[in-house]
């Protein structure tokens, strides 16, 4: 049996990455098919998934318990469509490396956390938010500043790389007015990606000194 240690050198590989990340997206597929299967059943001419219920109410205070939950679930099979590829490319840019599974759980958590937020705070009364987006544009922030933290040239490059393919999902950040895209999650995500990249970095550095 690996110790815990062995496991995440495992899923730093290449191929250990690739691997983690497919079976994460695989798992968002599979939780929207039975979401889907559950909503039909329950309600056959309904369009309201029964699991979205989980996500975060904006504006109610128990709203906010959907926090955690909501970016495992979403709108429906185009709503997670859009979302995989991004999560499956910016995770495994993150997890690859020494340290993988330690950046990818504390951008997680911070873009988690202040996507949530922002998504309750700033969104109209009585909405239900629910997706992943907001770990995307956390995820996609993170790897964009920490090639300028580190001025590393493999970081650096990964950044610009980042930048030129996935930079323009960046204006999804801004308020938009009569859409179901919930830029208030996007916002709120992108804020937490760069407070984990200016942490992480903080945190090198002070261990750098006392070396």
Avoid: C
């Avoid at 909405?127 to 996609?140: D, E, N, T, Y």
């Amino acid at each position: 049996m690996n110790s815990p240690a062995e496991s995440r050198a495992k899923v730093e590989t290449p191929k250990g990455a690739l691997f983690f990340m497919i079976g994460a997206v695989l798992f968002l597929w599979v939780l929207e098919i039975i979401d889907f299967v559950i909503s039909r059943i329950l309600n056959p001419f309904g369009n309201t998934e029964v699991l979205d219920q989980f996500g975060i109410h904006s504006w109610e205070p128990l709203g906010l318990l959907g926090i955690p939950f909501a970016p495992f679930l979403h709108a429906g099979f185009g709503h997670l469509a859009a979302n995989s590829l991004p999560l499956l490319v910016l995770g495994f840019l993150i997890l690859v490396g020494r340290g993988g599974s330690w950046r990818l759980l504390i951008t997680t958590a911070f873009s988690v956390l202040f996507s949530g937020l922002f998504a309750w705070f700033l969104t109209p009364a009585h909405h239900v938010i629910v997706g992943a987006s907001g770990v995307v544009f956390g995820w996609l922030v993170y790897l964009i500043l920490r090639g300028v933290f580190a001025r590393e040239v493999r970081s650096i490059i990964v950044s610009v790389v980042v930048l030129v393919v996935y930079g323009g999902v960046l204006w999804g950040v801004m308020p938009s007015v009569g859409s179901n895209v919930s830029w208030q999650a996007h916002l709120g995500g992108a804020i937490g990606g760069g407070l984990a990249a200016w942490y992480m970095h903080s945190r090198a550095k002070k261990k750098a000194q006392l070396v």
